[in-house]
Structures are given as structure tokens and as C-alpha cells.
């Protein structure tokens, strides 16, 4: 049935999909050295922000990348939306 249902798409449903999108921001500060100890050269904190927002989208509710399987970009069906993610990354060098 979805098989069916993927490979027979009326042109009335298709639309413009471009976008253009803020996938990911990357915010670091690198701390002096010598400020913590001896043993620690080089300590890095970065904040990291992935999925923020659309900065230009055609079509509305409806994310371009979205997809229900590997073999159907931009079909959507039943696919999980993709999640917005923020992590802290802490980098040190001893």
C-alpha cells in the first residue's frame, strides 16, 4: 500500500521545496592557560545549537528534508519530524 501510495504522486501535490536553514551554530571561549592548573595546557567550553530555524521556506509545516524512508526524500509520511538539539562540548588538553 505505501509503496503504491509513494510512487503515484500527483503533480497538484508537489511543490517548491527550496530553503535554507540554520543547522547549526557553534559558540566556543578558550580559557587562558595556566588559569586552572599545571597539568591542564589548554581547557575549550563550546555551546552547540542544531536544527534552530528556517530562514526561508516555501512551504509551510512541512520540513524539505523530511522523509519516511531512505528512498523517499521529501515524502512526507508518518515521518518524525527532525529535533532541535543544544550540547555543551568541554575540550581538554593535558
Known amino acids: 500500500y ?3 501510495l509513494a510512487n503515484n504522486v500527483s503533480s497538484q501535490f508537489v511543490q517548491d521545496a527550496s530553503f535554507i536553514k540554520l543547522r547549526q551554530v557553534t559558540l566556543g571561549y578558550s580559557f587562558p592557560n595556566g588559569l586552572f592548573s599545571n597539568h591542564i595546557q589548554r581547557l575549550t567550553l563550546s555551546l552547540v ?6 530562514l526561508r521556506r516555501l512551504t509551510d509545516n512541512i520540513d524539505p ?3 519516511y524512508n531512505a528512498f523517499s526524500q521529501g515524502l512526507e ?3 518524525v519530524p527532525p ?6 562540548n568541554l575540550n581538554a588538553k593535558f
Open 77 to 79: 509520511l508518518g515521518g
Open 49 to 54: 545549537a542544531r536544527n534552530l530555524f528556517f
Open 83 to 88: 529535533t532541535r538539539t543544544f550540547g555543551l
Open 2 to 4: 505505501y509503496s503504491t
Open 65 to 67: 528534508e523530511g522523509s
